[in-house]
């Protein structure tokens, strides 16, 4: 389970020369996410998920608020937490001079994944993505879609049992698209805690088990999509939004 409790993050920002100005970028954020589930934090660009999963995945320190993996810590068990956890965007740069199974290797080396079963893990992983027919072929050859498979793949290897993926089919085709999106739901029948962050809600709608919709650094719902469309009387959870904020032009 991930519990962020009342988390909040603050930034300045120079508004002149001489005058800088302070605003909170995630303010006072609190839900649990629970093991077999994928919960969707959504909302437009500039609405605080990407600082808020940062600071989840322990990237960024938040102002104020804590955060825990059943019950551990970053203060007590920083290591302990990072090497059962995964967090991918969709701008995360990878070597692009190896091969997808050459970067793989270094990553079961990395996580200490043992070497007795590393093949056998990485041809595992390989099948599940599509990846056979470009395992072997340098990343700086592959297509975006094939890349972001790689980029899931390095997450997979050590088998954790949370992940953060922070816009991880944005601009991909719509193959590359449901693949990743039918891994994710898989992972997610295996038992593992997925905190899944887009601004596509046509797509949340189809993997989510609970979404946390946000804006301006504030939750401003919470709950199933059926719920939250039944609260807002609308079909989809693109209405829904709107509904929530007034409509278009109160988005920026």
Known sequence: MITVHNIRKKFVKQKTKKEKEEFWAVD???????????VGILGPNGAGKTTLLRMIAGIMNPSEGTISFSGKDYQ????????????????????????????????????????SVVKERILEISHTLEMDSFLHNRIANLSTGQTQ??????????????????????????????????????????GKCILYSTHYMEEAENICDRVIMMNHGKVIATGTPKE?????KTTNLRDAFFALIGGTHHEE
């Open 28 to 38: 006072g954020i609190h839900f649990e996410a629970n093991e077999q589930e994928i």
């Open 76 to 115: 007590h068990q920083e290591i302990e937490i990072k090497q059962n956890l995964a967090y991918l965007s969709g701008n995360t740069k990878i070597y692009q001079s190896l091969s997808a199974y050459e970067l793989l290797e270094m990553c079961c080396d990395f996580y200490q994944v043992e070497k």
């Open 149 to 190: 498979r790689v980029n899931i793949a390095r997450c997979l290897i050590h088998d954790p049992d949370y992940y953060i993926f922070d816009e991880s089919t944005s601009g991909l085709d719509i193959i590359s698209s449901q693949i990743i999106l039918d891994f994710i739901k898989k992972e997610r029948d295996r």
């Open 228 to 232: 939250i469309k039944n609260q807002t």
